[in-house]
């Protein structure tokens, strides 16, 4: 017998080899008709696989992440065994799950593939699905596989299967498909109910761009057709607020080909936003002891092989520069931590300079795989609000209490109420892939778990997250829509204080090691913006908003009125432009409703004679006539409103 210990840590007795399954009959014919998956000791594994020994158990459903994970898996390979049915003779490359659904990359061939395929496909693999096919695993030994899919002409496999090592292969085969894969997957197809093919993407084969570009097909499956259609309803929604289209229809950005893919241009009002967020930092920061610097775009190659960067991001790095001086190379900067390791460095510190907190916006380029590129979340160059903070290890927990209030400030500010603190720690069972004292350690995830409890964080804690450098601390937060991104990052460093050789004297005299601690509540600005824009639909809020009013007259007659209006309103800080286009009025307030403007101000004759404007609110309709000192007056109460919530 052996005793299996379940999340309630209730204690079960079962026979040797007894399945998840099983353990889920026992508990409830329910449970059983849900269960997907189940995780034992942590590990991922498929219902019918024997437990041969004590262990503690979790049934995964299509409530856990890992349960849809498996559900996602299992639906790639669905895809991909209707698609051989289909088209014949095409080639496999991975189909893994991902955040919501799966995707597989296909080599098609001689084939023409487009969406217009996609109803003949999800028909091919409904029929599939109904027929309740297992998903059965099969150990093969290198050879044997090899053998398998070179028969098959299946060089993307083979590929793979070379990669292995020999007695870590395995197949799942579902009819009359087979895949290399490590699984686990469903029982069987009879939970996949709805399925929803999505689009297609180009893919080159393992992210070689020097590589044949593959047909990515993105898909997702649901257990209820209710859970597809609220999720097609859900990308309508998301579909709206990409950033991509918003950015264009407010003139916030764009990208230029002879420019280069993955570098953003800022137009004049995405420019103005940009340059309203940073303040907005800056003025936090100062409040909080931070001192601003400016570094090159540019650095010396050795001063990142003193950091690692040379080591860790020399391939995704741009070429080096080389200069007329033989044997002089440059490079633009990966990461600024380098350049403010040197600032640190340039002079001697003493315990009393502690803290030293440093900031800058810094821009940093890296060269991500053009297939990767995605509007402003991934680019090539971007800019971090990047800041170092140098303090002693007994100062840890106070300066990561001081960097959340900052976090969380931004975060009500901007309206960013759903949010989760990620404490990453080190694997305590494999302390070897980390450096720094046991004792460093300690007192740093020390100080990360008592501020996040201090500080009221809903968190998670995972094991085995944290950089080889110390412990970190992220924010994930959702959207309006509930997509998550990771917002805000904090992180403990000991590595670049040691490669750097930084030094304070201390109390004693002696010279001490300084702890370094990374922070960037932004993340990137281009990314930040990015979220926003997405997060509000563009609806930005005022105090930030390029445009917070656009004045309308209603013919040329009133444009020396309008004139006067837009000068009064600069008197008093509020933004404003007139529009002075030849239109009908009508077209004019859709298109400052298209353009997300929080006001729109009208003027004619009546207003012009009595000194008044006629308000619009965006999304609220008519506020009525006003005089200009009542309508600034409301401006400026939202605004007061919006920062000090």
């Not at 023409?112 to 059965?136: G, H, L, N, R, T």
């Not at 995405?270 to 940073?278: C, D, I, P, Q």
């Not at 720690?425 to 007192?443: F, M, V």
Request: proline share 4%; glycine share 6%; charged share 30%.
């Amino acid at each position: 017998m052996i005793h299996i210990t379940l999340p309630d840590n209730s204690v079960k007795e079962f026979e040797k080899g007894t399945t998840p399954y099983q353990i889920a009959q026992s508990i409830s014919e329910g449970l059983a008709r849900n269960v997907l998956a189940a995780k034992v000791n942590d590990k991922v594994v498929a219902l019918n696989y024997e437990i041969d020994e004590d262990a503690s158990v979790t049934l995964l459903t299509w409530n856990d992440p890992e349960g849809k994970a498996v559900y996602w898996h299992s639906s790639a390979h669905l895809m991909a065994a209707a698609i051989a049915e289909l088209y014949p003779g095409v080639k496999f490359g991975i189909g893994p799950s991902i955040e919501n659904g799966f995707y597989y990359d296909i080599d098609f061939m001689d084939y023409e593939i487009s969406s217009d395929d996609f109803p003949a496909i999800e028909a091919k693999m409904q029929e599939i699905a109904a027929q309740k096919v297992q998903f059965v695993r099969k150990e093969v030994s290198k050879n044997d596989a090899l053998d398998y899919f070179t028969k098959k002409n299946e060089e993307y496999k083979v590929e793979l299967i070379n990669d292995l090592q020999d007695g870590t292969i395995t197949f799942y085969e579902s009819g009359n498909f087979t895949d290399l894969c490590r699984g686990p997957h469903l029982f069987n197809t009879a939970p996949i109910k709805a399925i929803k093919l999505l689009n297609t993407a180009g893919a080159y084969w393992r992210g070689d761009e020097h590589r044949k570009q593959l047909t990515r097909i993105y898909g997702i499956t649901f257990p209820k057709k209710k859970e597809l259609d609220e999720y097609l309803v859900f990308l309508e929604e998301a579909k709206k607020r990409d950033h991509r289209k918003l950015g264009k229809e407010m003139d916030l950005f764009f990208f230029s080909q002879k420019v280069g893919a993955g570098l953003p241009m800022w137009l004049p009002k995405g420019t103005a936003l940009r340059k309203r967020l940073e303040d907005f930092l800056t003025k936090v920061q100062k409040e909080y002891g931070y001192q601003q610097v400016m570094c090159p775009h540019i650095g010396n190659v050795d001063l990142y092989k003193t950091s690692g960067h040379y080591q860790k991001y020399g391939a995704d790095s741009f070429r080096p520069i080389t200069t007329p001086q033989e044997g002089e190379e440059y490079f633009l900067k990966p990461m600024n931590c380098p350049h403010h390791c040197e600032i640190y460095a340039y002079k001697p510190r003493s315990y009393r300079d502690l803290p030293l907190r440093i900031a800058e916006f810094g821009t940093v380029y890296r060269y991500e795989q053009s297939g990767e590129l995605h509007g402003l979340t991934r680019v090539r160059g971007f800019t971090q609000d990047d800041a170092h903070l140098f303090c002693t290890p007994d100062q840890i927990k106070e300066e990561f209490c001081k960097v959340i209030d900052i976090i969380l400030y931004i975060f009500k500010t901007l309206d960013f109420k759903n949010y989760t603190a990620q404490i990453s720690l080190r694997d305590p069972n494999n302390k070897e892939k980390y450096i720094g004292s046991d004792e460093n350690w300690h007192k740093a995830e020390t100080a990360i778990i008592e501020a996040a409890k201090e500080k009221g964080l809903n968190t998670v804690v995972e094991l085995g997250e944290a950089a080889f450098y110390g412990p970190k601390l992220d924010f994930m937060v959702k959207d309006a829509i509930g997509r998550q991104w990771q917002l805000g990052t904090v992180q403990v460093d000991y590595n670049l204080p040691e490669r750097f050789n930084l030094e304070y004297t201390g109390p004693d005299g002696k010279k001490m090691r300084p702890v370094m601690i990374h922070r960037a509540p932004f993340g990137s600005m281009e990314r930040f913006v990015a979220v926003l824009l997405e997060h509000t639909a563009g609806n930005f809020p005022l105090w930030l908003t390029p445009d917070q009013v656009i004045i309308l007259p209603i013919s040329e007659k009133f444009l020396d009125y309008a004139e006067n209006v837009r000068k009064m309103l600069d008197e008093h800080a509020v933004r404003a432009t007139i529009d002075q286009r030849n239109e009908k009025t009508g077209r004019k307030i859709r298109d400052a409703e298209v353009s997300k403007i929080p006001f729109i101000l009208i003027v004619g004759e009546k207003e012009a004679t009595d000194g008044t404007v006629s308000v619009r609110e965006h999304g609220a309709g008519d506020l009525g006539v006003m005089s200009i000192a009542d309508f600034v007056k409301v401006v400026n109460d939202k605004i007061d409103e919006e920062l000090h919530k």
